[in-house]
């Protein structure tokens, strides 16, 4: 009797195991980089202290001063804030500081891992170099929208709350929002005030000027004028210094703050945008953020007032002459003057440029400094 050997029963196959999909070669950057970006640059002290410095201290030392000498002698020493205190501040330091602090931070987060031998790390990762590029645009404008809010927000507070009670315009203290006829016959009622005090510049001379003792006639042997003609004098100097007069305010509306508020955030932003696509371009931070503070110190006045026949295309093509064409009316820009695309209440020294052209400028400089910096990534050798 022969016994046949049992074949061997198969094993069963193993399960397959469950295996996440891999997203290093995404170029969509992932919540974990951008929180590592944040990180890296949240941790750079001193530069995060100087540029709170900059940004915040200056505007806080300010305004800290003024209110101090306000509280121990406000005869002398006006009040800390109001309207002129915020278009100063506005236009004159957050505008300006705003942009080099964001381009600051910019050139750094584009030049950082490289000049600190950390590239070659990030490389080998296997993370998409687009993806590391782009991780580094949230992370630094989380870092430079707040700061340069706190920065606003300082300046709006005070120059409101710590607003002066009343106005005075050419030494005279005038009611505030009066029409032009209000402001007519408030002259009118205080005629020996306005003629004194108010100037005159229009065609042909007032029939009543300031004399030693109060007003005269100016035609003849000086005279005491008549109601007549102190009526009509008050009249002229009133609507002469009327459009003046209408752009005075004891403290910035509400519907400004807003307004100026997104503007100078903007300027950040195209400052830290292009500032990272310069940096990363370069490979180096220091020469990135003097090229960008060249730009917006210097570059940008001359080309935004100069009137330079056959470059005034070129001109328009600077962002900061875009950027300060966007600014709300009556804000004084780049040297005094409202801001708007000219006319109106527009900057009359700012070189012409439509609203339309310097939004598509804007978006150019943002869109080929963004192409720029992560092209320059993605090809340099670890």
């Known amino acids: ?3 046949v050997a049992s074949a061997p029963i198969p094993a069963p196959a193993a399960a397959p195991v469950a295996t996440s999909p891999d997203h290093r070669g995404s170029p969509v950057p992932t919540g974990r ?4 970006r944040f990180m890296e640059l949240r941790k750079r002290r001193g530069l995060m202290m100087a540029l709170i410095l900059v940004n915040i201290g200056i505007p ?4 800290a001063v003024r209110l101090l000498v306000h509280a121990i002698d406000p005869k002398t020493y006006g009040p800390a804030g109001g309207y002129n205190i915020y278009t100063a501040l506005s236009a004159g330091v957050l505008y300006v500081f705003g942009f080099i602090v964001a381009a600051t931070l910019g050139c750094t987060a584009g030049s950082v891992d490289l000049t600190e031998g950390m590239f070659r790390h990030l490389v080998v990762t296997g993370r998409s170099r687009l993806a590391l590029y782009l991780a580094r645009i949230p992370a630094g404008l989380a870092i430079v929208v707040p700061m340069v809010a706190a920065g606003f927000a300082i300046v709006c507070a005070v120059c409101v709350f710590a607003a002066p009670t009343s106005l005075s315009f050419d030494g005279v203290t005038v009611p505030v929002g009066l029409s032009r006829a209000e402001l007519q016959t408030w002259a009118v009622d ?3 005030t306005v003629i004194c005090n108010f100037g005159f510049s229009g065609t042909g001379p007032p029939p009543v000027a300031c004399g030693p003792n109060g007003p005269v006639t100016t035609s003849g042997t000086p005279v005491p004028p008549t109601p007549a003609q102190l009526r009509v004098a008050a009249i002229q100097m009133a609507d002469q210094a009327y459009p003046t007069y209408s752009q005075q305010f004891l403290a910035p509306s509400i519907s400004l703050m807003i307004r100026t508020g997104l503007w100078i955030e903007l300027e950040a932003i195209v400052g830290f945008l292009v500032g990272l696509g310069l940096g990363s371009l370069l490979g180096q931070r220091t020469v990135a953020v003097i090229l960008m503070i060249v730009l917006e110190i210097v570059l940008t006045p001359i080309f935004s007032r ?3 026949a056959h470059l005034l295309n070129l001109q328009r093509s600077v962002v900061g002459v875009a950027v ?4 709300p009316a009556g804000l004084p820009v780049l040297g005094g003057g409202g801001g708007g695309p000219g006319g109106g209440q527009g900057n009359p020294l700012l070189i012409p440029e439509s609203t339309t052209v310097a939004v598509c400028v804007i978006i150019a400089w943002l869109v080929v400094w963004t192409a720029l910096g992560a092209w320059r990534m993605m090809t340099r050798d670890a």
């Open 1 to 3: 009797m022969t016994s």
């Open 190 to 192: 205080h005629a020996d």
């Open 306 to 308: 100069a009137r330079i």
């Open 60 to 63: 806080t030392v300010f305004l």
């Open 324 to 327: 300060a064409h966007l600014a």
């Open 33 to 36: 980089m951008i929180a590592t």
